[in-house]
């Protein structure tokens, strides 16, 4: 049913509720999980000085946040395939997955703390109203004990 899940991480604690759906459907499917995460090309494109490395600082971050995922997977015995992309977070995530035929969306519903929250909620909302194949959204033990 699902040969390849797709899991957007930004590395934030509370998208680990989502990778951990992903990685049990992919052994319940014995499919492929690709881990994304995506660098917001406009969060930092203005910067005139030290753009290069803000880019680098994000580029590493975005390595450490698939390689979770893939270590993750490693320990479940199921296959993860990591990329991480640079562009609008929504765009990129529906891009990549309709080039690699993903099967269905596994995604945080909140990711990180402050404005970076709601940018992903509205990440997440973007990608559930325009995404050709089923998402499922995952919503945070962290984000509901924020809310508290």
Request: hydrophobic share 40%; glycine share 10%; proline share 1%.
């Amino acid at each position: 049913m699902y040969d390849r899940i797709l899991v957007p991480t930004d590395g934030s604690t509370a998208s680990e509720g989502a990778v951990d759906h992903a990685i049990e459907l992919a052994k319940q499917y014995d499919s492929t999980v690709h881990a994304l995460y995506v660098i917001d090309t406009g969060a930092y494109s203005s910067l005139e000085m030290g753009s290069e490395i803000v880019a680098e600082a994000l580029e590493e971050e975005g390595e450490k946040a698939v390689g979770a995922v893939a270590d993750a997977g490693a320990a479940a015995g199921v296959d993860v395939e990591t990329d991480v992309e640079h562009g609008i977070a929504h765009r990129e995530i529906l891009n990549y997955a309709n080039e690699h035929a993903v099967d269905l969306i596994v995604m945080g519903t909140h990711g990180r703390t402050g404005v970076g929250r709601f940018l992903l909620g509205s990440v997440a909302e973007k990608v559930v109203r325009s995404a050709e194949m089923p998402v499922m959204t995952v919503r945070s033990q962290a984000a509901e004990e924020t809310e508290e």
